[in-house]
């Protein structure tokens, strides 16, 4: 029997036909955007952020209707943090803007331009995705991320962001259409999806006749629905579960200082250090100073065997642990043999996101950066780092743990594929 009422099969198509509208618009503004120059996308940029601080208020008004039906609805703190925009959140998003108007414009480079025998010069140039659909929660700063990586890339984008966050997304749309306007560029440029309806999802996943790549960004529910479901091209990390590795030939201070920042710095992200694994040597040395400071800011233990018998009231860990990413204050442990044992840990339990090797072991750390399959991989540094800002991308449309297109932080680079281009002058194929 078919449960769908036709009240309701009518609403999912007409969802459905609402994306599909959009699809059309974004592949005909996708044309446009393919042939304005750096000076033109950099005047819309500029133009969005003095459209974001005039609008200021109204941009505040719209968040605070989001956070009284998030508190109505039961968010929890950490959703409600992420989705509130106070002048600070937005003087940063208008900052962002500015600092992608600066980055450089990788649309139309070319690499590698070199003859051939017959003549012929072959080379490479770099050219927008397309159309790329971002599919996200919460924080609405990712509205400004998404619109300006993809604008400067020279790509169009439709935006579907989470339904508590609708009344800011909106708001945001506003100043975008306003400044894409002023730049005399076509506002079907950045679209955001204006329905709560689950089911835009679902249309915006399997057009591959309008969109070229989808970037899901959130929980882990989120991307594994995309990534089964999706019709066309997904960029995407389902967890992170990154690791620190303490080398017996480490500098024990900057373990200290590393192991602490990579997991007490922030704990809701993806680049937080979930474990932590501690060569054999050092373990006794190391491993009390840091459960200290760890307990001090209120991390809960989980170790191994090893770990227990080094610091006595830890929590054991179990076998599920190794494979948490837990987004919150709790660490699981590992004390190892040496660091073939950590990569076999690593190679085991890790989920390809960041990983770090801290040693003043030179073959080591070689060997670490060789052999350690993961999209980051760091000598005596923070996993933190893993970051488009901090890698001097200055923004990141998200941080991918595909092999293929993109992997790590994903800029405005990740955003733009190569064509091949040959020029000739008359040459005909013998």
């Given amino acids: 029997m078919n449960s769908a009422s036709p009240t309701g099969a009518a609403d999912q198509q007409s969802t459905r036909d609402r994306i599909a509208a959009m699809g059309r618009a974004a592949r005909a503004a996708a044309r446009l955007m393919a042939r304005a120059d750096t000076a033109t996308k950099n005047r819309a940029l500029h133009a969005i952020a003095d459209q974001l ?109 989470g339904s508590e966050a609708l009344h800011s997304n909106g708001a945001i749309a506003a100043c975008i259409a306003a400044g894409l306007r002023e730049a005399e560029l076509p506002e079907t440029a950045v679209q955001v999806v204006d329905t709560t309806d689950r089911a835009a999802v679902g249309a915006l996943i399997s057009m591959p006749e309008y969109v070229d790549v989808i970037v899901p960004r959130g929980g882990q529910s989120l991307i594994e629905r995309v990534s089964r479901d999706a019709r066309v091209p997904v960029i995407k990390h389902l967890h992170g579960v990154c690791h620190v590795y303490i080398d017996d030939r480490a500098d024990l201070e900057k373990a200290f200082n590393i192991a602490l920042n990579a997991k007490t710095h922030r704990y809701g992200v993806c680049n937080a250090m979930e474990t932590l694994l501690v060569a054999g040597g050092v373990a006794e040395e190391i491993l009390p100073r840091l459960a200290a400071a760890y307990r001090e800011k209120g991390v809960e233990l989980r170790g191994c065997q090893q770990t227990l018998r080094v610091l006595g009231d830890c929590n054991a860990a179990q076998e599920s642990d190794w494979a ?35 040693s003043e072991d030179y073959s080591r750390t070689r060997r670490f950066l060789s052999e350690v399959d993961a999209s980051s991989v760091m000598v005596n540094a923070s996993t933190r780092f893993a970051d488009g800002f901090e890698y001097g991308l200055g923004a990141e449309i998200g941080i991918s743990t595909d092999k293929i297109h993109a992997r790590g932080p994903v800029g405005l680079e990740g955003l733009t594929s190569q064509k091949w281009i040959v020029l000739g002058d008359g040459q005909i194929r013998q």
């Fill in 324 to 358: 948490e990413e837990y987004l919150a204050p709790i660490l699981a442990i590992r004390v190892v043999a040496d660091m073939d044992e950590a990569m076999d840990h690593i190679a085991r339990y890790g989920s390809g996101h960041t990983e770090s090797i801290v």
């Fill in 53 to 161: 601080h005039e609008r200021r208020e109204s941009v505040k008004e719209a968040n605070g209707r989001d956070m009284d039906a998030g508190r109505q609805n039961g968010l929890d703190a950490a959703l409600l943090d992420r989705l509130e925009l106070n002048d600070d959140r937005i003087d940063a998003m208008i900052e962002g803007l500015r600092q992608v108007a600066k980055l450089p414009d990788p649309v139309g480079e070319i690499d590698g331009l070199a003859y051939r025998p017959s003549g012929i010069q072959v080379g490479k140039m770099r050219v927008p995705l397309g159309v790329v659909g971002i599919i996200y929660e919460s924080r609405p700063n990712v509205t400004i991320d998404a619109a300006s990586l993809c604008l400067k890339s020279g790509n169009a984008t439709i935006l579907r962001g």
